[in-house]
């Protein structure tokens, strides 16, 4: 049974309020600018590419090829990094009045404890979409009424409020947000890792429940993260399931956050060990940002598992 339910994950708030200071406006500027620099250097290489092509040229056609990847890789990847610092608003709870549903803003709705809604609040980050989508945080244990009238009937989150309509379900929510928002691409286009993808992808609940029944009992706690190391072996030019940074790692990522410092204290077993393609994966994503912004207290979190999973 997943641990995880939606509707009653615990949230925390906090006292910051959302507006960005005039430096954080300069250094997001700056990184825009950037960023039209490097499309630009990697369209007139891209050009430079058609005309050699053109002619016959097999020499440079190679080098344009792989320089108009490492540019775009780049500018990606100083966006996926880079991510502006931002104030958390607190959480809503029943006290709370609504926003203003439907008004135009993008909202998504998210809880701080939740993995689920993690998972989106990433790819919101990783796309660059903080001044785009609007984080609003429910108080699950003691959420609104107006939450599950006027915005989600489903009442849990995450969920997203774009068009005049809300959408939910958190590996719906991130390809969503990669397919119609900009923002560096976080699936790539080469068949054999978007195969792939879907593979990893379906596999997350069974990862979960896997490493959930191991603590309840004296099922292979190791069985999990064997899956995981097999799967980073996959692809070798990158730390990553698919080589480059994707939505895969993205759906991992919270649950990996949660049931590394868990395994740890109640089986003590370091799930690292004996898997290097593991560690390695773990060590990366903790230099990415957007990723890194999300993150709650280990403590915090094993707590919170140990109560809902044991009872302690």
């Known amino acids: 049974m997943n641990p995880y339910d939606h509707h009653s994950i615990s949230s925390s708030s906090s006292s910051f309020s959302s507006e960005s200071s005039d430096d954080e406006a300069l250094l997001l500027m700056t990184a825009q600018t950037n ?38 890789a780049e500018a990606d990847e100083k966006i996926i990094r880079n991510v502006q610092v ?70 849990k989150v995450p969920a997203l409020e774009h068009n005049n309509e809300v959408i ?40 979960s429940s896997g490493v959930v029944g191991s603590i309840k009992g004296d099922a292979n706690v190791g069985a999990p993260f064997d899956y995981l190391e097999a799967a980073l072996s996959k692809f070798s030019d990158g730390p990553f399931f698919l080589g480059e940074f994707s939505l895969v790692d ?36 903790n230099k990415i940002d957007g990723y890194r912004q999300t993150k709650r207290d280990p403590a915090e979190l094993v707590a919170s598992l140990k109560k809902r999973i044991l009872g302690i």
């Not at 490097?38 to 053109?54: E, F, G, P, T, V």
């Not at 790819?123 to 009424?145: H, S, Y």
């Not at 929510?173 to 992808?201: H, M, Q, S, W």
């Open 35 to 72: 960023l039209a620099i490097s499309i630009y250097l990697a369209n007139q290489l891209q050009d430079q590419h058609k005309k050699r092509k053109n002619k016959g040229g097999g020499g440079p056609k190679r080098r344009s090829r792989a320089a108009i990847h490492r540019l775009r």
């Open 168 to 207: 939910g379900e958190s590996l719906d929510l991130i390809r969503y947000l990669d397919t119609n928002f900009e923002g560096p691409v976080l699936l790539p286009n080469d068949p054999a890792k978007r195969e792939f993808a879907e593979e990893l992808l379906s596999y997350t609940s069974e990862f």
């Open 250 to 285: 993205i759906a991992y990522a919270p649950f990996v956050e949660r049931y590394q410092p868990l395994v740890l204290d109640v089986k003590k077993y370091d799930i690292t060990s004996g898997r290097p393609k593991l560690a390695s994966w773990i060590e990366e994503l």
């Open 86 to 155: 931002e104030e958390l608003p607190p959480a809503l709870d029943s006290t709370s009045e609504p926003p203003s549903v439907f008004d135009g803003t993008t909202r998504l709705y998210i809880s701080y404890m939740c993995p689920y809604a993690q998972r989106v609040w990433i790819t919101r980050n990783c796309k660059g979409l903080q001044e785009k989508i609007k984080l609003v945080a429910i108080d699950l244990p003691n959420r609104p009424d107006w939450y599950k009238e006027k915005v989600y009937p489903a009442n």
